[in-house]
Nanobody
Framework: QVQLVESGGGLVQPGGSLRISCAAS????????MGWYRQAPGKQRELVAT???????NYADSVKGRFTISRDSAKNTVDLQMNSLKPEDTAVYYC?????????????WGQGTQVTVSS
């Protein structure tokens, strides 16, 4: 099983910036896509941003122009740089990775990291 370990969450003031990171626990040669999702209290989990092996990115409309996803395919890591943060960005952010490991498809989630935007 491929485990994902997140880091970098915390408390930030509105308008501030935060960077969260995620790393796969194993040397997986075939991760098709890595990305970030978030879940605010009382709401469903939603996509924030994804980045494929080929470099294609997909962002939620609410974060376009403010968030940037980057990925190091050699290290199996994915980062999310979040700028101009708003209180509505407050949520638990989850890392996700999908790919192939020893011939079997996997779809793994991290444990989540809390991001709180508040003055």
């Amino acid at each position: 099983q491929v485990q994902l370990v997140e880091s970098g969450g915390g408390l930030v003031q509105p308008g501030g910036s935060l960077r969260i990171s995620c790393a796969a626990s194993k040397a997986v040669s075939s991760i098709y896509v890595m990305g970030w999702y978030r879940q605010a209290p009382g709401k469903q989990r939603e996509l924030v941003a994804t980045r494929s092996n080929g470099g294609a990115t997909n962002y939620a409309d609410s974060v376009k122009g403010r968030f940037t996803i980057s990925r190091d395919s050699a290290k199996n890591t994915v980062d999310l740089q979040m700028n101009s943060l708003k209180p509505e960005d407050t949520a638990v952010y989850y890392c996700n990775a999908r790919g192939l490991y020893f011939g079997a498809d996997f779809d793994s989630w991290g444990q989540g990291t809390q991001v709180t935007v508040s003055s």
